[in-house]
């Protein structure tokens, strides 16, 4: 009767196959079965710690980058913080100010949505008159910086919502990366009438999925 194959994560050094003269039976073919299935499960605990680490969805084909400090390049008027509920954030210092934010994520894959999340600074007035924008950008192998898609506005509806945390979303991207090339995504602080400084850059991060 058949049964299960047990599965160990031991990637095997060989796998082992019948000879010419084995009887014909369960056990000549049952040997290298129990080895690839060894290697199966150790290399599926591996790839699944990768995607852990690396923000994968967990979805075949799909996956995310985040970035939240960590080799971001700063901009004038953007300053290293640390927040006492946040820790170590990006703060700006000037309305109207841009902070780039560098990505690394695979070629060949396709990205289609970017998300970056804030935390204006409190006490504002009213809505300022012109929202933070982010816009994906990608250089590619000849120098040239180019717009992937169109900028996206802070769509919050009242002061409530726009002082506290939440994320800038540009979705509907269809953006095929190449095999040489950065992707950065540009946040703009607020301007113009009822602005503050303070803004917090706690967090960004790209979703893409594979061709």
Same mark, same amino acid.
């Given at each position: 009767?058949?049964?299960?194959?047990?599965?160990?994560?031991?990637?095997?050094?060989?796998?082992?196959?019948?000879?010419? @003269?084995? !009887?014909?039976?369960?056990?000549?073919?049952?040997?290298?079965?129990?080895?690839?299935?060894?290697?199966?499960?150790?290399?599926?605990?591996?790839?699944?710690?990768?995607?852990?680490?690396?923000?994968?969805?967990?979805?075949?084909?799909?996956? &995310?980058?985040?970035?939240?400090?960590?080799?971001?390049?700063?901009?004038?008027?953007?300053?290293?913080?640390?927040?006492?509920?946040?820790? !170590?954030?990006?703060?700006?210092?000037?309305?109207?100010?841009?902070?780039?934010?560098?990505? %690394?994520?695979?070629?060949?894959?396709?990205?289609?949505?970017?998300?970056?999340?804030? =935390?204006?600074?409190?006490?504002? @007035?009213?809505? !300022?008159?012109?929202? !933070?924008?982010?816009?994906? =950008?990608?250089?590619?192998?000849? @120098?040239?910086?180019?717009?992937?898609?169109?900028?996206?506005?802070?769509?919050?509806?009242? %002061?409530?919502?726009? &002082?506290?945390?939440?994320?800038?979303?540009?979705?509907?991207?269809?953006?095929?990366?190449?095999?040489?090339?950065?992707?950065?995504?540009?946040?703009?602080? &607020?301007?113009?009438?009822?602005?503050?400084?303070?803004?917090?850059?706690?967090?960004?991060? %790209?979703?893409?999925?594979?061709?």
């Amino acid at each position: 009767m058949a049964s299960a194959v047990s599965e160990t994560t031991v990637y095997e050094a060989s796998v082992i196959g019948p000879d010419g @003269g084995d !009887p014909r039976t369960a056990a000549s073919v049952r040997d290298g079965l129990q080895d690839l299935a060894n290697r199966s499960k150790y290399l599926k605990v591996r790839a699944d710690a990768l995607n852990s680490y690396f923000g994968s969805s967990g979805v075949a084909g799909v996956g &995310e980058c985040m970035q939240n400090l960590a080799g971001v390049a700063l901009a004038a008027n953007w300053d290293w913080a640390q927040d006492g509920t946040y820790g !170590p954030i990006q703060k700006n210092a000037t309305v109207g100010t841009v902070l780039r934010v560098p990505f %690394v994520v695979p070629a060949g894959v396709t990205i289609t949505d970017v998300r970056v999340y804030i =935390k204006p600074a409190g006490a504002h @007035g009213g809505l !300022p008159a012109v929202m !933070p924008a982010i816009q994906t =950008k990608y250089l590619d192998i000849t @120098g040239t910086l180019n717009n992937v898609g169109t900028s996206q506005s802070d769509t919050s509806g009242s %002061v409530g919502a726009y &002082e506290a945390v939440h994320s800038i979303t540009k979705t509907g991207l269809s953006f095929v990366t190449g095999a040489a090339g950065h992707l950065f995504v540009d946040l703009t602080a &607020e301007s113009g009438a009822n602005s503050l400084v303070g803004c917090l850059m706690l967090v960004s991060r %790209v979703f893409y999925t594979a061709l």
